[in-house]
């Protein structure tokens, strides 16, 4: 039996249906290596980035794993003057994740969530699991009944 992560847990209570893939037994370190491994479009797999507006406030975005964030659109999509990433060695005490394994899904707290415009491309997206070498594939009304998030404008 594959091992379940708290993400895939949540899912599970909420009666949420997911598809899960583990790379876990591979070499694949960043988005693009992963979705190669996993036979997937890198345009379809994304990756989750949290950031820190000008305000203090945090933010999270996702875009699929060959973009890079624009952060001055990042920036507008949130009404806010500035948008940096966080800092990597911030993100486990903020989230409960590391960097890497990082999900949108059951973090310590709700942040605003932006995924990209992309995404509507596709009937799903997959995403990390919330551990490194684990992901998981949902369609954008599930995971609208577990997470709030908009789509909008946010990569180069």
């Known amino acids: 039996m594959e091992e379940k992560t708290n993400v895939?847990?949540?899912?599970?209570?909420?009666?949420?249906?997911?598809?899960?893939?583990?790379?876990?037994?591979?070499?694949?370190?960043?988005?693009?290596?992963?979705?190669?491994?996993?036979h997937q479009n890198p345009e379809q797999v994304f990756k989750t980035l949290v950031t820190t507006g000008k305000s203090g406030q945090h933010y999270v975005f996702m875009i699929p794993v060959a973009k890079e964030l624009n952060l001055k659109k990042a920036a507008k999509a949130v009404n806010e003057k500035a948008i940096k990433m966080l800092k990597s060695k911030d993100l486990l005490p903020l989230t409960g994740y590391i960097h890497g394994g990082c999900s949108p899904i059951g973090m310590k707290k709700f942040f605003t969530t932006i995924i990209d415009e992309t995404?509507?491309?596709?009937?799903?997206?997959?995403?990390s699991a919330g551990k490194?070498?684990?992901?998981?594939?949902?369609?954008?009304?599930?995971?609208?009944?577990?997470?709030?998030?908009?789509?909008?404008?946010i990569t180069d």
């Open 132 to 153: 490194i070498g684990y992901q998981i594939e949902l369609t954008h009304a599930e995971l609208a009944k577990i997470i709030k998030f908009e789509f909008k404008d």
């Open 119 to 127: 995404a509507q491309n596709f009937d799903t997206i997959i995403f």
């Open 8 to 38: 895939m847990r949540m899912l599970d209570k909420h009666k949420i249906t997911y598809k899960h893939y583990t790379y876990a037994n591979t070499d694949a370190i960043s988005g693009i290596e992963v979705a190669a491994v996993l």
